[in-house]
Structure formats: structure tokens, C-alpha cells
């Protein structure tokens, strides 16, 4: 790596994508031709280079098989949506590798790293080219992915796996957890339909102590079964009656898009009395005290006494009697 390698890494911690996509339909066409022109190679999919930036290998992705659409939209997103205080960041970043550059790390960009940072325009950081050494040594090809989208990544792989007949995914999973930001996430990326669980929360006349009190009983799972679980299948958009939370009633409906995906996202989406409509079963995850902050932060105080004795207990029943995170192919 020469100076300008590392600059470049700096900026791509600091700024990530913002600056490379102007044009999108010009963007798309210079991934297509780039990727159509690259064999598939080893080595992992992606790399950190700063804990909210990825570099996602073109080679790897080929290798694995993955659709160049789905990389593109997180290429994109991550464009439209740069990190903030990228400049503090890039600063901190050019410390950082002038340290390593003391300690021997870069030995090829060492002797004239400060000549050419005396030339570089700090006060208005500009994106540069990999010197030509390091292209001719690499081959880099590669983009530039926000952080938040490498959760997914196991997901997509599993996903590209399956039969297009059973490209339905169940994320099940912990209150606060992640489950909707992660289908939102699924969604936005590869285009999928959703249905929340959310939607079928048990109504209060069905509240019965023995229905209450039996495992996975505390969702709408006769009214999933009649106006979702028939059309999970099947490519063509559908509606469902929705619970609101907030009125504790029906109120309106909500259609799921036409996709070739569906995503069925929330606690008791794996419940047994759906069968194994399901290509792909995830369970999301979270540490007992980062689920407390979550669920603070987000509901408020008087909502938490509410997940903590009521609600949470009864989600914690329903994974071990039917042994839900035990059975998920993915933990996320």
C-alpha cells in the first residue's frame, strides 16, 4: 500500500460510498459490466474497514452465487445514507494510520507518507484512485456497504440457497431483538413482501386464562392461518386484516407486495401450528440487559413493566417448549 492507499482507506472509513454515486442507472450499468468481467474468486465476502464500513468483495459475491441486484441496493442505500462526521472521522482515521505507519505496518507508504499528506488537501478531503501498484498487485473490485447490512448477509446467502418456491423466511425471535429492522432490511435489499406478526396480536376477547396461559398462545394464530399462511407462496400481493396495538381493535389492512420473497418477521412466526411453511428459519437474538435498554428506550418506563413481567416471560415459554431457537438454521 502507497500513501494514497491509505488515504483512500481513510476516506472510505470516514465517508463510505457518498461521493460514487450521482448517477444511479450509470452506477448500475458500471457494476453490471464491471462484475460480468470478473471471475469469481476467493477470500470472504467482506471486510471492515471501520466499524460502520464494509468493503463487499465483487469476486466473493460472484463466487457465492449471490444476485447482483441484491448487492447493488445495499451499495445504494449506504450511498444515499453516509455516515456523519466523516471529517472528524477522517482525521482520527489519518492519526491512526500515521501511528501504524511509526510502527512499520505500511512499510511502502512509510518513507513518503508526510510528503504526501504535505500535498493532499486536508481541509477539503477529496476521494483518490488506488495507486497503481496496489491495482496491479489486488485487483480491487469491490463496493462500498454501510455495516449495518453484514447482519443480513448470512441470511442472503441461505436465502440465495433455496428453490424459488421456498424463499419464505421466519424471523422469529426476542422482544427488541432486531426483527423488524431486519426485515426491513431484507426487504429493501432484495424486494421482498412482509408480514408482521404484530398485526395478529391476540384480541382481548380471545384473552381467555387457558389461552393465556398455553405456549405460543398469545398470538392471533387462527387468523394468520386463514388470511396470511395460504398466500406465502405464492408471488402475487395479498392483504390481511391488521391489529392496532394502540386501540386494541382491527383497524384497516395491510398488503404485502408482489414479490418472489416473503419475509414473516416477529415472536411466534415459527409457531408449530403453521407447519413448516417456511424455507429458512432465523432467530434473533439479544443479551437480557441490551434488551431492557432497548425496550426502555423505546416503549418507556411504564411499557417496560409491562414486556418485563408480562409479555417476555410468556415469548421465553413459547421457545422452550417448542424449542425455537434450537430449531432455527440461522442465529442472528
Not at 17 to 33: F, T
Not at 130 to 135: F, K, L, P, V
Not at 276 to 288: H, K
Request: glycine letters at 8%; charged letters at 25%.
Amino acid at each position: 500500500m502507497e500513501p494514497r492507499d491509505v488515504v483512500k482507506l481513510c476516506y472510505q472509513a470516514a465517508f463510505g460510498a457518498g461521493h460514487l454515486l450521482q448517477d444511479l442507472e450509470a452506477a448500475r450499468q458500471y457494476l453490471e459490466k464491471e462484475y460480468a468481467a470478473l471471475e469469481a474468486g476467493p477470500g470472504d465476502i467482506y471486510e471492515w474497514i471501520h466499524p460502520r464500513v464494509c468493503r463487499v468483495s465483487l469476486a466473493a459475491w460472484k463466487r457465492e452465487g449471490l444476485p447482483l441486484e441484491w448487492l447493488y441496493h445495499m451499495f445504494a442505500e449506504s450511498a444515499a445514507h453516509p455516515p456523519g462526521d466523516g471529517e472528524a472521522v477522517f482525521r482520527d482515521c489519518l492519526d491512526t494510520a500515521g501511528q501504524l505507519m511509526e510502527e512499520g505496518v505500511f512499510p511502502a507508504a512509510a518513507g513518503s507518507w508526510k510528503a504526501y499528506l504535505s500535498e493532499y488537501p486536508l481541509h477539503q478531503p477529496k476521494a483518490v484512485h488506488h495507486s497503481e501498484g496496489y491495482r496491479n498487485r489486488y485487483h480491487p473490485a469491490y463496493r462500498l456497504v454501510c455495516g449495518r447490512f453484514i447482519r443480513i448477509f448470512p441470511i442472503l446467502q441461505a436465502l440465495a440457497e433455496l428453490p424459488r418456491e421456498k424463499r419464505v423466511v421466519a424471523l422469529d425471535g426476542r422482544s427488541a431483538s432486531g426483527k423488524t429492522t431486519l426485515a426491513g432490511m431484507l426487504a429493501d435489499v432484495t424486494g421482498a413482501g412482509v408480514v408482521h406478526m404484530d398485526d395478529f396480536f391476540l384480541p382481548p376477547g380471545l384473552r381467555s386464562p387457558d389461552r393465556l396461559a398455553e405456549p405460543g398462545g398469545n398470538v392471533h394464530y387462527e387468523r394468520f392461518i386463514e388470511e396470511a399462511l395460504p398466500f406465502l407462496k405464492d408471488p402475487r400481493a395479498f392483504r390481511y386484516r391488521r391489529f392496532d396495538c394502540s386501540r386494541m381493535e382491527l383497524s384497516g389492512e395491510r398488503e404485502v407486495r408482489e414479490a418472489g420473497i416473503r419475509i414473516v418477521e416477529g415472536a411466534y412466526s415459527c409457531h408449530p401450528l403453521f407447519g413448516e411453511y417456511m424455507g429458512l428459519r432465523v432467530f434473533c437474538d439479544v443479551a437480557p440487559r441490551e434488551q431492557i435498554r432497548r425496550i426502555r428506550q423505546r416503549n418507556g418506563e411504564e411499557m417496560l413493566h409491562s414486556f418485563r413481567d408480562r409479555w417476555i416471560p410468556m415469548e421465553e415459554q413459547y421457545f422452550r417448549h417448542f424449542q425455537i431457537r434450537e430449531r432455527a438454521a440461522l442465529v442472528c
